[in-house]
């Protein structure tokens, strides 16, 4: 079984700073990309980031230059590092990981359980 745990979250004022993190545990194998998305009230979830195994990164327009996406394989750990932060950022914050686990042919999608940012003006 694949989980995915988001720790914290929390209320920043605008152009502050948050870190997210979420561990991954289970049988899913090593190489897998994961990601961060999320939702707005009254909006559909959308991604903000990913990263490979490899450590290749990619970005919403929304976040560059922004977010920074990271991860520790040895931990099976993601971070987001959100800087300068804007009331438009505030939504919850969702885990995400694409690869293929124990049982499956096809990679699957997983995610943690969410995890509110609110950035106050």
């Known amino acids: 079984q694949v989980q995915l745990v988001e720790p914290g979250g929390g209320l920043v004022q605008a152009g502050g700073s948050l870190r997210l993190s979420c561990a991954l545990s289970?049988?899913?194998?090593?190489?897998?990309?994961m990601g961060w998305y999320r939702q707005a009230p009254g909006k559909q979830r959308e991604f903000a980031a990913s990263?490979?195994?490899?450590?290749?990164?990619n970005y919403a327009d929304s976040v560059k230059g922004r977010f920074t996406i990271s991860r520790d394989n040895a931990k099976n750990t993601v971070y987001l590092q959100m800087n300068s932060l804007k009331p438009e950022d505030t939504a919850v914050y969702y885990c995400?990981?694409?690869?293929?686990?124990?049982?499956?042919?096809?990679?699957?999608?997983?995610w943690g359980q969410g995890t509110q940012v609110t950035v106050s003006s």
């Open positions: 990263i490979t195994s490899g450590g290749s990164t």
């Open positions: 995400n990981v694409l690869g293929y686990s124990v049982g499956y042919s096809y990679p699957r999608d997983y």
């Open positions: 289970g049988s899913i194998f090593s190489l897998n990309t």
